[in-house]
């Protein structure tokens, strides 16, 4: 499978022009074999025809027609694939490196975005629904909300130290305390929308801290940050949460906020806080315009959309944040439980991808990411059934299903599937449960599987 990105990557794109509209047929001409970009040609992958094989010409003389063509796409294609052969599917510092937009990219300038409200006045759904989600929300800076409420109360105590956040004038402190002593630090960040936790990003000396202490939503509590360790006695500055190199603090910004890394370089006075439009849809200033602008007819270049995406490079974009499948792999240190919160990685474990690898499986099947979450169990069960159904024929797309056999039915409910096949499990150092997006038949007394 070839990185459709390569015809949407919208105005920096010299190939699109090209390849358009073929994108929708073309991946199926390029197959991807054992994970390596190999290009092969396979007409039969091809869907769907440019016309019907059967009707105006021949099957032989569609065959070959189709075979020429298909090999002068390959010609075009090859130098542009071989250039970043590693890349697809791949680790989301292999897609942020390729040309184009990728989520998380930070080398745009300050002056390439419109800002969501733009976006809205052309785009009033999306834009309506998108600012109730949790993504939207992924971060709060203290100093621009005025009517933020109290901090969350109650006190954690951790070896000699005890935390709490204090109300003041000009916003939130963490104060840590210990023998008789205690130091106060700016809150200036609240990461996280509140779902499971919230993470608290301090001014320190030298830099932002991850605050030591976090708050929980399920259990209305503070506690340890997921991965601190108890500070060693002696210092109460060091014992007030974690220095973050510029390196980390540009990660978390750049997955938590939009547009906070501008011409490269981490600007947190600049990050518009949440996950917004152009976090995921790529800087959209000259799109604005052209779509303002009537005498340019072609809005649609300018933008990217991810709708184009391959299935597997549809999965890699939700994993710019989410993490991908090569991320967790190349990060041993997110084996284990704690793995349940990186989705891509557990859906592309689960039998149902790796025999299809197919669109009715990415995120965006299942979640509208203009939209907020649904809870609803049974909500989920037409996206099963739209692989697990008894009309075989209409699952089996040859060129999508790896698998010459139909995907089974299941032989114990005809609902709710995702209650028993998508487990939720609860993850102690996050104090509330996670859904296992590793879809399986879960066995009483087994173990997560890893
Ligand atoms: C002045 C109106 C206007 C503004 C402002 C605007 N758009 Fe659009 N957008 C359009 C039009 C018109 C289209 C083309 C619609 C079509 O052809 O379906 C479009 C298409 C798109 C597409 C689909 C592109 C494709 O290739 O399929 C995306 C994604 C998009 N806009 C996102 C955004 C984002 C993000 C913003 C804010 C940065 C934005 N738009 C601002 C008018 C606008
Ligand atoms: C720029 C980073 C980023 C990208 C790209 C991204 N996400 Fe997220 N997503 C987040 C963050 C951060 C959260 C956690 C929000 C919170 O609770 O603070 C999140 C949370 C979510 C949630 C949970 C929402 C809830 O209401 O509980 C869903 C579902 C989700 N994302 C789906 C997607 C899908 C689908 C895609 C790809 C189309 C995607 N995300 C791409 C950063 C991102
Ligand atoms: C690679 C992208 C990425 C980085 C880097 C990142 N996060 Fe997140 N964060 C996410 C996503 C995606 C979620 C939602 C899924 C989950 O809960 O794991 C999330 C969830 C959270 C949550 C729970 C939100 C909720 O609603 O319960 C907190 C708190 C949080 N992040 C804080 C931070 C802090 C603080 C940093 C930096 C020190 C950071 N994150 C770095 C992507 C990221
Ligand atoms: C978390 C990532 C994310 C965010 C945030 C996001 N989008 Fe999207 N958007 C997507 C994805 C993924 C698609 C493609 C959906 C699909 O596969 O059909 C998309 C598609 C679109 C389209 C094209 C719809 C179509 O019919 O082709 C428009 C227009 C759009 N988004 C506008 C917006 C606007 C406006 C905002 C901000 C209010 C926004 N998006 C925020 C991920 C995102
Ligand atoms: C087959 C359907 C399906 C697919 C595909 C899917 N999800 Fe989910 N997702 C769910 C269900 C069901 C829930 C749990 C909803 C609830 O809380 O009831 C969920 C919950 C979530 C949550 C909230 C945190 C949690 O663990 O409950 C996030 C974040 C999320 N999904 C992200 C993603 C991402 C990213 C992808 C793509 C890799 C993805 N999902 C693919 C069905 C799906
Ligand atoms: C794109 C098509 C597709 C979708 C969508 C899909 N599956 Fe599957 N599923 C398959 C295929 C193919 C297999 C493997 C059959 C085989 O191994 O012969 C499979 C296998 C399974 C298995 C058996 C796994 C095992 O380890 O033996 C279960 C359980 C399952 N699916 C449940 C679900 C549930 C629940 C959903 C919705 C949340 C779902 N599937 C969505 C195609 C799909
Ligand atoms: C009450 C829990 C429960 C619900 C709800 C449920 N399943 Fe199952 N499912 C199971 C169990 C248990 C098995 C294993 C049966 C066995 O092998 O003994 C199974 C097996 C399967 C299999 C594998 C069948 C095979 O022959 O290998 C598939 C596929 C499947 N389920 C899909 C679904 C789909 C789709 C739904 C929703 C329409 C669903 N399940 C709802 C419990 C459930």
Same mark, same amino acid.
């Given at each position: ?72 796409? #390959?010609?075009?294609? *090859? ?10 599917? &791949? $680790?989301? =510092?292999?897609? %942020? ?120 939503? #399920?259990?209305?509590? *503070? ?10 006695? &002696? $210092?109460? =500055?060091?014992? %007030? ?210």
């Amino acid at each position: 499978m070839t990185n459709s990105r390569r015809w949407t990557d919208g105005a920096t794109s010299v190939h699109k022009p090209w390849f358009w509209p073929p994108v929708m047929w073309l991946p199926g001409c390029i197959k991807k074999n054992n994970r390596a970009t190999a290009v092969a040609c396979n007409t039969t992958g091809a869907e769907p025809p440019l016309r019907n094989p059967n009707n105006s010409i021949g099957a032989t003389t569609w065959s070959i027609a189709s075979a020429i063509l298909c090999i002068a796409m #390959a010609l075009l294609v *090859l130098p542009v694939v071989a250039q970043k052969s590693s890349e697809f599917p &791949g $680790s989301t =510092e292999d897609h %942020v490196a390729a040309k184009g937009w990728w989520p998380t990219k930070a080398t745009k300038p300050d002056n390439a975005y419109a800002g969501a409200a733009t976006c809205g006045k052309c785009h009033a759904e999306e834009y309506s629904s998108q600012a109730n989600t949790a993504m939207a929300k992924a971060a709060l800076r203290l100093s621009d909300s005025k009517q933020v409420a109290e901090p969350p109360s109650g006190r954690f105590e951790s070896g000699p130290y005890s935390y709490r956040l204090v109300a003041s004038s000009d916003g939130w402190s963490l104060e840590v305390a210990s023998g008789g002593h205690a130091v106060s630090s700016r809150v200036l960040w609240a990461f996280g929308a509140g779902l499971h936790g919230t993470s608290y990003l301090l001014d320190g000396p030298g830099g932002l801290y991850e605050a030591q202490m976090s708050s929980f939503s #399920a259990t209305h509590t *503070l506690d340890m940050t997921p991965g601190h360790k108890t500070a060693l006695e &002696g $210092s109460l =500055e060091k014992a %007030v949460g974690n220095r973050l190199s510029t390196r980390d603090a540009a990660r978390c910004f750049a997955c938590h906020t939009t547009a906070s890394s501008v011409g490269g370089g981490l600007n947190p006075e600049k990050a518009v806080p949440g996950v917004h439009c152009e976090a995921c849809h790529g800087p959209g200033l000259e799109h604005s315009k052209a779509a303002e602008d009537h005498a340019n007819a072609k809005p649609i270049k300018t933008i990217f959309n991810p709708a184009y995406l391959t299935p597997s490079g549809s999965i890699d974009f939700c994993g710019a944040c989410h993490r991908t499948l090569i991320d967790v792999a190349l990060n041993p240190g997110s084996s284990g439980l704690s793995s349940i919160r990186f989705q891509p990685y557990r859906i592309e474990k689960s039998r149902c991808w790796e025999r299809t690898e197919d669109a009715r499986l990415t995120c965006t099947a299942c979640h509208d990411p203009h939209e907020p979450l649904v809870r609803d169990a049974a909500v989920y069960d037409q996206k099963c059934l739209g692989c697990h159904n008894s009309r075989h024929e209409e699952t089996l797309r040859p060129s999508t299903l790896r698998s010459a056999v139909a995907p089974p039915m299941c032989p114990k409910a005809t609902a709710n599937c995702v209650s028993c096949h998508m487990p939720k499990y609860y993850l102690p150092e996050m104090h509330s449960q996670f859904t296992d997006h590793m879809i399986r038949i879960v066995r009483p007394g087994q173990m997560y599987p890893n």
